[in-house]
C-alpha cells in the first residue's frame, strides 16, 4: 500500500490494516490517529516508539496470533500470510527442529505463553541457540524481551506494509 493511500484511508480501515503487524489496539490505534505522515521515515519513526510499555494483558492479546516455532500457520489471514513468510528460514524437518519442538515445550511449561522470537532472517539453529538461553530468564525479564521480539517484528511488517 502506498503511504498516501494510508493516510487518507477511513480510521477504521487504517487500523484494519495495522492490526496484521501487531495486535495491540493502542498501537495501532495511536499510529492512525496521528495520520497524516509526512513520510515512510516519519511513520515507521512515530511507530516504533507508539503505545510504550505493552502491559502482559496486550501481550497475551497479540501473542493469539503467532504460531509456535516451527508450526506453519494454517489459514489465509494476513497474520498466518506473514507468519508462514517470516518461519520460511526454519526447516521443520531436522534435527534441529525437534529439539525446538522439546524447547518450547519447556519454555512454555516455565513462562505459560508462547515463545515469541522475531524469526525473519534467522536459522532454526540460531532460534534454537536464543531459547535455551531465554529459558534461563526470570518471568520479568522474559516480559521485556517478549515485548521487544513483538515490536521487531511489528515494525518489520509494517515496513513490508507500507511502499514510500
Ligand atoms: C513467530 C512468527 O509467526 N513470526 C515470527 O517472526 N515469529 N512466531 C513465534 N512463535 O515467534
Redesign the pocket.
Known sequence: MHLAEFNSAPFAAATADLRPCVDVPRWVEEIAAARPFASTADLLSFAATAAPGWTEAELDGALQH????GER?AGTSPEAD??RR??SGVDTSTDTAEQLLAGNREYEDKFGR???????GRSAEEILTSLRLRLNNTADQELHVVAE?LRE?AMLRLEGLIQS
Open positions: 503467532h504460531p509456535r516455532i500457520a506473514l507468519s517470516e518461519q508462547v515463545f515469541l522470537i522475531r524469526a525473519a521480539q517484528i
